[in-house]
């Protein structure tokens, strides 16, 4: 088995995942200040404070 390797992802702002992440984890939200129904709009001008890691194993 490898070892995990990250990087940072290459999917833009990570707006989009952001978004996804505070709708599916409750413990999140307080951390975020965008509420999860806002548009992905919203969660673009935080994005940059919440960096997006791509981790695989390979």
Do not use: C, N, W
């Not at 939200?29 to 890691?53: C, D, G, L, N």
Request: glycine share 8%; aromatic share 6%; charged share 15%.
């Amino acid at each position: 088995m490898g070892h995990p390797r990250s990087g940072r992802s290459a999917l833009g702002t990570g707006a989009p995942l952001l978004k996804a992440y505070v709708q599916q984890v409750p413990g999140a939200r307080p951390h975020v200040p965008v509420h999860r129904h806002e548009p992905v709009s919203k969660f673009e001008a935080i994005a940059t404070a919440y960096p997006v890691f791509l981790v695989t194993d390979r």
